[in-house]
């Protein structure tokens, strides 16, 4: 079946075989176990929509969500969607400043929450769930809105991005829903997951996992679990947030190896660095396991994409080409939008018809990004001339002379030993290296690894848990330049962040 109705999504795909099983008990139902039939998640999503009926909530009122991360996110989502509201999923690990400006930029009903929530008109507490009855599910037509979203906030307070049925369901998961040969989701597989589930990927990742039924489905809240869940139930199939790649390396190179038996790799959200890739598709027993790297935004939802090999793995600023019948790409220069040639670095711009309707309460700063049918990214790269896209950085990260993200690149290849190196765009200053490392930075190692390189100033060493980050694990550069200077100026203008 292909998705349309996210509200009786679980109702129409109740007969599939799947389970899920859960790295630890949902926050709604704390009580009913790690492991569900689709029939008991339909079920458990009717009685979710009756509780939030019977607590007020009607068609056309914005219900905000914020808790600890997983899956149950996307469940409260449909559930609402199937009464006529709309969800809007709101990471617990937003700052708390952010938080309240979304909050109340939102103007929500009700704010389902696991804690209280400053500037919130009413909060509807998980722990305070119970089973209800629920209304008759409410019909909307495919271009209202559906979903809220935020984007990752890497640099600053993120934007609340609107999408509809036709955007996020019958542009993107409908595809995505068709059983490809050799790529697609077969019924014998066992589908992985761990992500940060108040994105809209997950809530788009729902409805094609729900409608390709795998035999099983495995969701990690806390991306520590995967060495205990995974050694009972090994994956076929994984997505993961690159942040949580780059964090299981040590444990793809272990002796339990937990993904010997992964045919298919998924990344979306952020840059991945060959290293990663390279460690997850050796830790793969499969003859010819493939990487699937997609690039896009919370706006546009996916935009191209690339499968790598072994062979393949050398650089990953290497995008793909734009997802036939759905993306068109163009590269323009920053100042006069006049399109470049190929091969010339400049802003891209794209064309997609899965792309957001509107920022709550910011049209302004969304028409400031839309130019007629294109799409301002903010993302600076080039094209070449059969299409494909290399990815230079963000417009507000520049340097003029380099790529950030291929110096970060080329520092990772040669630094295996550290998690992961973040090049800072300081304005009027060299690039700033930060190394983030568990076990510190010698000196001759820094040396060596830099030698031809662009010129940068001496590293800053700092441990995963002293890098801010989004709730997807991408660094927020900006906050973490201006702990180090005092200053968050970049070359960059920052005009379509």
Not at 164 to 177: G, N, V, Y
Request: glycine letters at 8%.
């Amino acid at each position: 079946m292909r998705p349309h109705d996210m509200g009786v999504l679980f109702d129409e795909c109740a007969g599939a075989d799947t389970l899920v099983r859960l790295d630890r008990p949902f926050d709604i139902a704390p009580d009913r176990g790690d492991t569900y039939t689709v029939a008991q998640l339909a079920d458990l999503v009717r009685h979710t929509a009756g509780w939030l009926h019977e607590n007020g909530v009607r068609p056309g009122d914005r219900v905000a969500i914020v808790k600890r991360n997983h899956w149950d996110y996307d469940l409260l989502a449909c559930a609402a969607v199937r009464i006529g509201a709309i969800p809007a999923k709101l990471s617990g690990l937003l700052p708390g400043e952010s938080l309240e400006i979304l909050v109340k930029r939102l103007d929500a009903a009700v704010v389902v929450a696991d804690r209280d929530i400053p500037g919130a008109r009413r909060v509807l507490r998980i722990e305070e769930f119970t089973r209800a009855r629920p209304p008759v599910p409410h019909r909307r037509p495919a271009d209202a809105p559906l979903i809220i979203c935020h984007t990752s906030g890497t640099t600053g307070v993120p934007k609340l991005v609107v999408h509809t049925t036709r955007t996020i369901i019958d542009r993107l998961a409908r595809p995505e829903s068709v059983r490809w040969p050799v790529v697609g989701i077969r019924r014998d597989d066992v589908l992985a997951q761990a992500s940060s589930y108040a994105h809209g990927r997950t809530f788009c990742w729902t409805a094609s996992a729900m409608c390709l039924a795998p035999r099983d489905i495995l969701i990690l809240s806390d991306a520590s679990a995967a060495a205990r869940v995974f050694a009972d139930h090994p994956p076929t199939v994984v997505e993961a947030l690159p942040s949580v790649y780059a964090r299981w390396r040590p444990l793809a190179a272990g002796a339990a190896n937990p993904f010997r038996a992964v045919r298919r790799f998924v990344s979306t959200y952020d840059a991945m660095h060959p290293p990663v890739i390279r460690a997850m598709l050796t830790a793969s027993h499969r003859r010819n396991p493939l990487w699937m790297q997609s690039w896009g935004q919370s706006e546009t939802g996916p935009l191209t994409f690339r499968f790598l090999t072994r062979r393949t793995v050398a650089t990953t600023r290497g995008l793909g080409r734009p997802l036939p019948g759905l993306t068109r790409l163009r590269v323009v220069d920053p100042v006069t939008f006049q399109p470049v040639p190929r091969g010339v670095p400049g802003l891209i711009f794209a064309r997609t018809r899965a792309r957001c309707v509107t920022y709550v309460g910011e049209r302004d700063r969304w028409s400031a990004k839309a130019e007629g049918e294109w799409w301002n990214t903010g993302d600076v790269g080039v094209l070449d001339r059969t299409g494909a896209v290399t990815l230079l950085d963000r417009e507000v990260d520049t340097v003029p002379g380099l790529s950030c993200l291929a110096v970060e690149d080329a520092v990772e290849d040669r630094l295996p030993s550290i998690v992961e190196c973040v090049l800072l765009a300081a304005a009027d200053r060299p690039p700033i290296p930060v190394v983030v490392s568990e076990n510190g930075l010698a000196a001759d190692d820094w040396r060596s690894a830099v030698r031809g390189l662009p010129p940068m100033a001496e590293p800053v060493v700092l441990r995963w848990d002293e890098v801010p980050r989004t709730a997807t694990g991408k660094v927020r550069r900006l906050e973490l330049l201006g702990r180090i200077t005092g200053s968050a100026d970049t070359n960059g203008s920052g005009r379509w962040t």
